[in-house]
T-cell receptor
Framework: GDSVTQMEGPVTLSEEAFLTINCTYT??????LFWYVQYPGEGLQLLLK?????DKGSNKGFEATYRKETTSFHLEKGSVQVSDSAVYFC?????????????FGKGTLLTVNP | DAGVTQSPTHLIKTRGQQVTLRCSPK?????VSWYQQALGQGPQFIFQ???????QRGNFPDRFSGHQFPNYSSELNVNALLLGDSALYLC?????????????FGPGTRLTVT
């Protein structure tokens, strides 16, 4: 079945450091890929998405490129801020017929220190 | 424009009891999906409702059931609660039968089973 594997956390960085959170996936079809963010005490928010190979999703300084050859969708940000501290989830939606459910990774806790 | 709302925010139940969680989708959305997020894990898909019918289901036992009302709001019912049912339950709404590109999540209901 579909699965998502993402980098184990927690990740602790200083403000303005470079961030990479690795994500790889397994799917039988041609999935869409997503990064969601969960701030403390809140629900999930869609951060960015990519719907086909080589697409780059970007939002709020975060980027991720859909790499079909390596089945990866790594999240990057050039300069993190304290306000980026949250849990980040990589997810996929494999469009099998009308199957639009999201399959999530386990999440990576990011803490950014001033 | 109200986003996805869920009630209650927190709930404590005893093993063997039954619980009902509620979700109101974002205005204009007609599809509701439910997810279970255990502590330290990514959300797991429970089921999805569209046009008042369950159209997809994840690997959850029949103790988990749901309903969608004509106004598109939804309920999640869990019978014969187990300690392992303790989790954050997330509702996500979308338009058009489960559009994966625009799923909006509510803040969740924290269920504790003692």
């Amino acid at each position: 079945g579909d699965s998502v594997t993402q980098m184990e956390g927690p990740v602790t960085l200083s403000e303005e450091a470079f961030l990479t959170i690795n994500c790889t996936y397994t799917a039988t079809g041609y999935p869409s890929l997503f990064w969601y963010v969960q701030y403390p005490g809140e629900g999930l928010q869609l951060l960015l998405k990519a719907t086909k190979a080589d697409d780059k999703g970007s939002n709020k300084g975060f980027e991720a490129t859909y790499r079909k050859e390596t089945t990866s969708f790594h999240l990057e940000k050039g300069s993190v801020q304290v306000s980026d501290s949250a849990v980040y989830f990589c997810a996929l939606s494999d469009h099998k017929g009308s199957n639009y459910k999201l399959t999530f990774g386990k999440g990576t806790l990011l803490t950014v220190n001033p | 424009d109200a986003g996805v709302t869920q009630s209650p925010t927190h709930l404590i139940k005893t093993r063997g009891q039954q619980v009902t969680l509620r979700c109101s989708p974002k205005s204009g959305h007609d599809t509701v999906s439910w997810y279970q997020q255990a502590l330290g894990q990514g959300p797991q898909f429970i089921f999805q409702y569209y046009e008042e019918e369950e159209r997809q289901r994840g690997n959850f036992p029949d103790r988990f059931s749901g309903h969608q009302f004509p106004n598109y709001s939804s309920e999640l019912n869990v019978n014969a609660l187990l300690l392992g049912d303790s989790a954050l339950y997330l509702c996500a709404s979308s338009l058009g039968g489960g559009n994966p590109y625009e799923q909006y999540f509510g803040p969740g209901t924290r269920l504790t089973v003692t």
